[in-house]
């Protein structure tokens, strides 16, 4: 791939939060940047204030005609998995020999460039490789750095640095995207059973993961979470580490306690001890991703003074235990949570902070092989709420698959105060009932209710 003769770069999929980094990268280093995308979205509104022309409709009559009279070779099509086969645009693509690239593939290319840091897991993945950057960025330390959600430090999904600086990366396993990398130094923050219509099972997931380690080069540092079935035996490099919060691993994050509703907790490793750091996360869950970011902060060369001011001033990544509200009276927060393992840190992280107040949940599920792979597992973890709402199945990529809804999920939870509302529903119901502490969940379209579930409930 010799992006150097690219002069023009077409997304299929232009709205996705991957995709974006990657189009605001290209538009950064003087490529014309177009794209389609299914429906407009505040990321695609921003995409196009920022100069990136981007259409709606997958029609060949909408490909711009700038496409069709430069020469294939000076244009680079890059497609996400989700856009069907049957896409127009992507088979005329196919049919007139134009280079169609998987946005793993371009990724993996671009940190090829540089030394990478690449962060892997089923969970915890977008929170920790974002800190990791912002531990960086607080230090004056260069780095490029594509995320898989929007900083709310940064406003954004793409930092930009020096050419040759550090790359911070998210490794996706998704449809095995993290074994386009080559990182210098990667982390794996869990590897729970997840994209089982991809991996088939359990076992290929770990399989996965454990190829993704292999990449890291001879002279690089892998880093996982102490327990995970990874084979150390096979990696490149001999320069391996666990982390933990609950077990002695080689660091641990350790003393964890709650001091004026801030995570404080003592970092400690073979040779140094970092008493009383303040996480700007709730949840020990982030106090986990915290853990492991600040050891991969210290490998980029980051001290111990640098470490304590970013992670006091983290302020996290949209949709990922987000504060809307927080007053006396209600807290309303909103998370990207949507497979059980997430939902029960989110829920448990509230029912923490808040011991003696009512939790209500949204839960919109995702994906109805998703549902149907874990349906005990996602009741489990609803049943840890005070008030369940249940919104129908978020399909994303898929087909319904007959007998999977959310009224079978619904009649699995054994709990007395859960109902089903679709998503038109859910605003009137707020008008007319309170909440003390309300959890909107999910990794689909809920979270174009939070504006105005905002305004609700500040009356």
């Not at 177009?34 to 060949?60: C, F, K, N, Q, W």
């Not at 992507?90 to 020999?97: A, E, H, P, S, V």
């Not at 902070?353 to 994906?367: D, N």
């Not at 840890?384 to 007959?402: G, K, M, Q, S």
Request: glycine content about 6%; some cysteine.
């Amino acid at each position: 791939m010799n992006l150097q003769k690219v002069e023009i770069v077409y997304f299929l999929g232009i709205g996705g939060i991957g995709m974006s980094a990657l189009a605001r990268y290209f538009h950064h280093h003087g490529k014309i940047v177009l794209g389609y995308d299914r429906t407009p979205t505040a990321l695609t509104s921003e995409l196009e204030m920022e100069g990136i022309s981007i259409h709606y409709d997958d029609s060949v009559l909408e490909i711009p005609q700038l496409l069709k009279v430069t020469s294939n070779e000076k244009i680079l099509v890059i497609f996400t998995p989700a856009i069907p086969q049957d896409s127009a645009e992507k088979n005329w693509f196919i049919q007139n020999d134009f280079s169609l690239k998987k946005r793993s593939e371009v990724l993996g290319y671009i940190t090829a460039q540089s030394p990478t840091v690449a962060v892997a897991g089923t969970h915890g993945k977008t929170t920790t490789s974002t800190l990791v950057a912002h531990l960086l960025q607080s230090a004056q330390i260069s780095c490029n750095a594509f995320l898989g959600g929007i900083s709310s430090n940064y406003g954004t999904n793409l930092l930009l640095g020096q050419k040759n600086s550090w790359t911070i990366v998210e490794a996706d396993e998704f449809d095995r995207s993290f074994l386009t990398l080559s990182p210098k130094m990667a982390v794996i923050t869990s590897m729970d059973a997840d994209h089982l219509d991809v991996y088939g099972d359990d076992t290929h997931v770990k399989e996965g993961f454990n190829l993704f380690a292999q990449k890291v080069e001879k002279e690089g540092f892998v880093l996982y979470k102490k327990d995970l079935p990874l084979n150390t035996e096979l990696l490149h490099t001999k320069n391996i580490a666990t982390y933990s919060i609950s077990e002695k691993a080689t660091y641990t994050g350790d003393n964890i306690r709650i001091q004026n509703g801030k995570y404080i907790f003592d970092l400690k490793g073979p040779d140094f001890e970092f008493l009383d750091l303040e996480v700007g996360l709730p949840g020990r869950h982030n106090v986990e991703n915290a853990t492991a970011a600040c050891i991969l902060a210290l490998k980029c060369g980051c001290d111990e003074a640098q470490i304590r001011k970013g992670l006091a001033s983290f302020r996290g990544v949209q949709r990922r235990f987000e504060y809307i509200i927080s007053t006396p009276n209600i807290t309303y927060i909103d998370d990207y949570a949507h497979h059980p393992t997430e939902l029960t840190a989110a829920i448990l992280s509230a029912k923490e902070l808040f011991p003696e107040k009512k939790i209500t949940g949204i839960f919109q599920p995702h994906l109805y092989s998703r549902t149907r792979d874990f349906l005990n597992d996602f009741a489990r973890s609803l049943e840890l709420l005070d008030e369940i709402i249940l919104l129908p199945i978020y399909p994303a990529r898929e087909l319904p698959i007959e007998g999977i809804t959310s009224e079978k999920l619904l009649a699995e939870i054994n709990k007395p105060n859960k109902k089903l509302l679709h998503k038109s529903e859910v605003l009137p119901y707020f008008k007319n009932h309170s909440a003390e502490v309300l959890l909107t969940l999910g990794a689909g379209d809920i979270d174009t209710l939070v504006r105005e579930l905002k305004g609700i409930l500040r009356v």
